[in-house]
């Protein structure tokens, strides 16, 4: 039995994390993918057209634009209260829909899991939030 490489490791502790304790919450996966009271924003998707193109391959059908992601006239009307979606920058950010738990969502989190994890934005898939950071920097330390 060979053993794991530190990127094996690192990869499997952030999907274990993310899956069973996520932003530090014990049972819980999908926090980051919520807004609730937080001054957060699920962009820029700099990887946009590729992922409408992946959602179509895997859909069958043409997605627009628009049921995927929300631009910046669209955000800065939707949460005038929030400083990082008064922000043209982080646009386009993923589609957020209002939900019972925290009041907005990303439109792909279903039952705490990303519907479209194997396909989602490097912005997504990149992501570590300060929790993740600190449980990966103490066992792999990087």
């Not at 059908?61 to 995927?68: D, I, L, N, Q, T």
Request: charged share 25%; proline share 6%; glycine share 6%.
């Amino acid at each position: 039995m060979s053993a794991l490489s530190d990127n094996e490791i690192r990869e499997r502790l952030i999907s274990y994390t993310c899956q069973r304790n996520c932003c530090g919450v014990a049972e819980q996966s999908g926090i980051c993918c919520t807004l609730g009271d937080k001054d957060w924003i699920l962009g820029p998707i700099e990887d946009h057209a590729e992922v409408l193109k992946r959602l179509e391959d895997r859909l069958g059908r043409p997605v627009p634009f628009v049921e995927v992601f929300i631009d910046y006239e669209e955000g800065r009307a939707l949460f005038p209260d929030k400083s990082s979606w008064q922000n043209p920058a982080h646009y386009p950010a993923m589609r957020v829909v209002p939900d019972a738990i925290s009041r907005y969502s990303c439109a792909f989190l279903k039952g705490g899991k990303c519907s479209i994890h194997e396909i989602k934005p490097t912005i997504c898939a990149s992501f570590l939030c300060e929790y993740l950071q600190k449980v990966v920097r103490s066992v792999v330390g990087s």
